[in-house]
Every structure is written in structure tokens, then in C-alpha cells.
């Protein structure tokens, strides 16, 4: 098993544990700005250890989770469970969540009125 006594670098332990798909997704996310640790945003090489919290804005929700032991390497979907404990809120539900509207292909440009109507809808 590739456990880890001490700490393991952030983007390492997100991707470990499937939270991404790749490592380097999970570097960019760190980069970004879109992890924290304990409240506080961290670079891609920042330690975690257990007992911390991951902050993690992904795919359109946030996920949190408090670290109960550390991997250095991708493991199967069983093992990354009890690497962790998910405290993030459900994800809504599809018919909750607000449908953006979208100009159909080819309608061309939007005319006076139509970009008044969007901006009234955007409450600007």
C-alpha cells in the first residue's frame, strides 16, 4: 500500500483519492485558487496530513473533505473512501438547478430588444 505516515503534497492527495481525474487537473485547481486547506489557499505542493480539511471547487460544486490518511499514489475507489471523510453538501438536484437560457445556432446576432430582455433577465 502506498500509505504515508507523515504528509503528502496537496495536488498529489486530491488526485490520489479521486476528487480529479488527473494530477496535473489538480495542480491547476490548486493554482487557481479553487483549494483550500484549512481555510487558507494553498500552492500545489502544500503538506496535508490527517485531520485537515480540503476545500475544493470542481465541476460546478464544492466538495469538502477532512483527511484521515495519506496516499502518495492513485488507489482503487474502496481504498480512497477511507482515505477520507465527505462532509460536502449534496449536489442539487437537476431540476433545481437553474437551466441557463441559451440562443439557438444560427439566430444570428441578438437585436436592441433582444439584448435589453437579457440584460433585464441578468438584473443589470
Known amino acids: 500500500m502506498a500509505t504515508s505516515e507523515g504528509t503528502v503534497r496537496v495536488d498529489s492527495w486530491i488526485w490520489s ?3 480529479v481525474k488527473t494530477r496535473s487537473a489538480a495542480a491547476a485547481a490548486c493554482r487557481g485558487g479553487h483549494v483550500r486547506v484549512n481555510g487558507d489557499r494553498v ?3 502544500h503538506p496535508v496530513k490527517p485531520g485537515d480539511e480540503v476545500r475544493l471547487r470542481h465541476a460546478g460544486r464544492e ?3 477532512k483527511v484521515t490518511r495519506t496516499v502518495r499514489k492513485r488507489v482503487g475507489a ?4 477511507e482515505c ?5 453538501p449534496p449536489p442539487p438536484a437537476p431540476a433545481e438547478a437553474a ?3 441559451r440562443r439557438d445556432r ?3 446576432r441578438p437585436t436592441k430588444r433582444d439584448r435589453r430582455e437579457m440584460d433585464r433577465l441578468r438584473g443589470a
Request: proline share 12%.
Open 17 to 19: 483519492v479521486r476528487l
Open 43 to 45: 500552492k500545489p505542493a
Open 63 to 65: 466538495r469538502i473533505v
Open 78 to 81: 474502496p481504498v480512497a473512501a
Open 84 to 88: 477520507l471523510i465527505d462532509m460536502s
Open 99 to 101: 437551466a441557463v437560457p
Open 106 to 108: 444560427g439566430t444570428g
